[in-house]
């Protein structure tokens, strides 16, 4: 984030975000393409031989997945909605791995028979269906198994999905019944790979280490009964921080995550996958919204714009901040909540924030909104969807 000539601008290359703002309607999101690329050239160069699936959840803008289909990355999906969104801005079936723990007939019946590159398996029951649809449809799955270590990754508990209380992935002492079910389907599902996905927004490794070196011992054992084992799937979650832009630092973050992956799985021979979201794009985009009141009460001053929770619900479901800076830069600052239009106390964006003043008619950026913001926006009290804009 930087002003020049007193105007913000975003990413790398300094583009100026109040010429979007000339007739104005709603909010927008802005995502900066070349930033997305600069994201995508460091993890690719951090983590050589990886194949890198894009979690397309964390923002399913076609423009966004076009940039990184072109620059070479995969989709990782977790819907027959995002596998059509994929295909639709160009990636074939070939990219695709299908996560996701409630994968319904109709979805696994469409991913067998376009060819999903790799199905990554949640439960018991889920690859039985599946092995049971790809025997009746003369297909053979190519599966991958999500296997949960039970490892905190110190995250905010909704985004923790490496615990054995969470729905996601299969526990260790589930592997001797997988490896039965594989075989009773063996003419159906070949298994490809396994994977692991701990959580979303980590930012310290030790316990993904431990979970790594697991799933190693994992991976060895199984690969002497299924030589068709070559993939191995160290998911997504690698997190930014959203107190600061600072490019170095988070590209130090990322040094560290891929020489802990590569030193753990390095001599394992296999095709090493991710599935990184908010680090590819979490900076990449800005929510733009309008002041429309300044409202003082004995208590505090709100400054009320037209987004809300609809458009970004991080603040109030992840208590998670977001910095935010008027788009014009003000040499006077103000203490305020900034609040939504929502009919909810938790339609907040900041509370007690010191931010550059501003008044009814002004521009606001709520930064690094370029993940996990349009992809959870909802048209709760009918306000419409934002806009989205690429640069
Ligand atoms: C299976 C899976 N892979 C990858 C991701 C991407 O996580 P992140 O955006 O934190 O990299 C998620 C996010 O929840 C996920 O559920």
Redesign the pocket.
Known sequence: MEYINNELCLGPLKKPLLPLCANYMRPIYVYDLDFVAQRYQAMTKALPGTRVFY?M??NPNVEVLQKLKHLGAGA?VVSLGEIKRALESGFSPQDIVY?GVGKTRHEISEALTLGIYQINVESLPELERIGAMARSLGKRASVALRLNPDIDIKTHPY?A?GLKDNKFGMELSLIPDLVKCLQTYSDSLELVGISL?LG??MLEFSGYQEALKRLKTVYVDLQKKFDTLTRFDF????GIFYDRLDVELEESLLKDYANITLETLGDLQCELQT?????LVGHCGTLIAQVQYVKKTSAKTFVIVDAGMNHLIRPSLYEAEHLIFPLKKTMEVMKADIVGPICESSDFFAKERTLGKVQEGDFVAIMDSG?YGYSMASLYNLQELPLEICL
């Open positions: 979690a959840k964390a990782d996560s985004i999905t996905h979303s927004q998911g997504g979650g690698l599935e990184p979201g908010r680090w993940a």
